[in-house]
């Protein structure tokens, strides 16, 4: 005899709490009355439904677990508002703390120090000279050019006593092309003069990092390396720090040829720095780069 499908009510015996009661007469499934309430199995009949007696709790434990889901959720609201309470006060606390220290700008990132491409040198000596003007006393970062190209040991004297922040070298040779080298430095004018010596490593890792077979870039950057070492007459400017009469001062010593400032929010490493040279008489553009280059 092949076997019966399963009937509705054993189908779903397991499952009668979940899918609610279903409607049987009276006696047709008595294996069901284990799902009909917490005490069905003792032989009393099936507790009267709400309609008969309003107001009785359901059968079993009902009523405590509405009391425990009332509370549950209560918790679960006081939670949510207490959390409500927490963001707001620490968003308050930002608030507060941003309105009382607020960022500091970095400043543009297109400042820049010294004469454009092909600007006539007539109109950056004024344009330089222009940046001087005003009556703020705070500090400001300001390039230095030189009229001639000076030896390490004279940088102290050509910083007018402010504080040096980068040196910047470049090897003087006639018809020949030779980097700029800009050395940041900390305060103190031993380590300004020193950095000779440094700008003459910064080129020996270039060269030694760049896979080349131009024999005239190794010359001239070998020959620029010695020279610096040898404490050559190659710086050609500065880059300082100090208030705009303090400046205007420097732009009056002898040997100074130009002094540009910044607005006084510029950053330091935020700005780019192109010194007037001394070769640079009429228009700022690169030289001559034909001549042979010196054994030394």
Known sequence: MPDRPESGAERREGDAADDGPENFAAGEHPERDTARGGDADDGRPENP???????????????????????????????????????????????????????????VGTD??????????????????DSLSGADADQHWALVSFTEPVTPQSIPAHSGGLRIGQVLHRVPIPGVQTPLVAVPVPAGDAVAVAS????????????????????????????????????CACTVGLVVRGTLPELRNLASVDGIRAVEALPADAVAGHFAVSPLLPEHTETVAPGADDAPVPGN
């Open 196 to 231: 000779a010596d440094a700008a003459a490593w910064q080129i020996q890792d270039q060269l030694e990092s760049t896979v080349t077979s131009d024999e005239r870039y190794t010359r001239i950057m070998t020959v620029a390396m010695s020279r610096l070492r040898e404490g």
């Open 112 to 129: 820049r120090l010294g004469p454009d491409h092909a600007e006539p040198v007539a109109e950056y000596l004024v344009r330089a000279r």
């Open 49 to 107: 439904g709400p309609e008969k007696h309003p107001g009785r709790a359901a059968p079993g434990h009902a009523h405590d677990d509405v009391e425990d889901g009332g509370r549950g959720r209560r918790a679960r609201i006081a939670r949510a508002v207490l959390a409500g309470v927490l963001a707001a006060g620490v968003l308050a606390f930002l608030a507060v703390l941003g309105a009382l220290n607020p960022p500091r700008e970095l400043g």
